[in-house]
Structure formats: C-alpha cells, structure tokens
Nanobody, 115 residues
Framework: QVRLVESGGGLVQAGGSLRLSCAAS????????MEWYRQAPGNQRELVAN???????NIGDSVKGRFTISRDWPKNTVYLQMTNLKPEDTAVYSC?????????WGPGTQVTVSS
C-alpha cells in the first residue's frame, strides 16, 4: 500500500524559511520520481518542484532561487526547503508520485506566510 505523509508546514513570517518532508512507503523509493505541488484557495494546483529517482531536480519558475528539493534514499523521504518565503507562497503543499500506473498524493500540509 502506497502511503505519502507530509510534515513541516506551519505559520511563518515573510522572509522566513520552512522545510517540508514527505515520507514515502509502499514504493521502491529509488525508482520513483517525487513531486511537490501546492494549491492556494481559488487557485489551480501548481507544480513546485520534482526530483527523479536518481536525484535530478526541477524547480518551478515561481520559486526558483528560493526553494530546493532533495531526497534521502535511506529514509525514503523527499524534502522541500523553502527560503525567503512570501505571502503568495501560502498554500497547502502536497507531495505526489506516480507508481505502477497510478498517481498517489499525500494529505498535504498547510504553509501560511504572514506579511
């Protein structure tokens, strides 16, 4: 059974930092590309960053230079390091992965950035 669980969200002031974690189980972690998405109220879900099974990363234009994605293979965990946070980064952040023909999501973690 595939399970993704995010953690690390919270309330932070503008300019602050947070690190989100996504713990994965039920997959062969080294073979799975992992993605971070976010969705703010009234907005479409936005791809923030992804990392391949081998560690190749892509960062969305809206967060490039501020966010980084990484993965820890022994811990089956992917991270999203967020710095210089802005109020417009406020959203529910979710990790996801495609595994054996199906896409899986975690429940998400709320990030709120105050001005």
């Amino acid at each position: 059974q595939v399970r993704l669980v995010e953690s690390g969200g919270g309330l932070v002031q503008a300019g602050g930092s947070l690190r989100l974690s996504c713990a994965a189980s039920g997959i062969v972690f080294s073979r799975a590309a992992m993605e971070w998405y976010r969705q703010a109220p009234g907005n479409q879900r936005e791809l923030v960053a992804n990392v391949s099974g081998s560690g190749k990363t892509n960062i969305g234009d809206s967060v490039k230079g501020r966010f980084t994605i990484s993965r820890d293979w022994p811990k089956n965990t992917v991270y999203l390091q967020m710095t210089n946070l802005k109020p417009e980064d406020t959203a529910v952040y979710s990790c996801g992965t495609s595994w054996r023909g199906r896409y899986y999501w975690g429940p998400g973690t709320q990030v709120t950035v105050s001005s």
